[in-house]
């Protein structure tokens, strides 16, 4: 089994910066893919950004720029840090990891820009 925690998320103002962290534990094997999603209210749950165990990274273009996703392998445990935040980033950011076809979640950290 696999446990995700996230932490980091908290109101910002637009303009301003946080980051998130993610700690995985349990069964985590040295192969997976990590990453971030996010939910609005009222609407459906997003890819924010990926980061595999080789490093290799994707985001969303809308976060292009001002997020930067990363991770320490040795820690199980990956960041997103996110500057220039605008209102619209407003969301409920979840950690995710996939590993052997199966994917695990947090239980979500939000985040709210105002203006």
């Known amino acids: 089994q696999v446990q995700l925690v996230e932490s980091g998320g908290g109101l910002v103002q637009a303009g301003g910066s946080l980051r998130l962290s993610c700690a995985a534990s349990?069964?985590?094997?040295?192969?997976?893919?990590m990453g971030w999603y996010r939910q609005a209210p009222g609407k459906q749950r997003e890819l924010v950004a990926l980061?595999?165990?080789?490093?290799?990274?994707n985001y969303a273009d809308s976060v292009k720029g001002r997020f930067t996703i990363s991770r320490d392998n040795a820690k199980n445990t990956e960041y997103l840090q996110m500057d220039s935040l605008k209102p619209e980033d407003t969301a409920v950011y979840y950690c995710?990891?996939?590993?052997?076809?199966?994917?695990?979640w947090g239980q979500g950290t939000q985040v709210t820009v105002s203006s």
């Open positions: 995710n990891l996939v590993q052997r076809l199966r994917d695990y």
């Open positions: 349990g069964s985590i094997f040295s192969t997976n893919t």
């Open positions: 980061i595999t165990s080789g490093g290799s990274t």
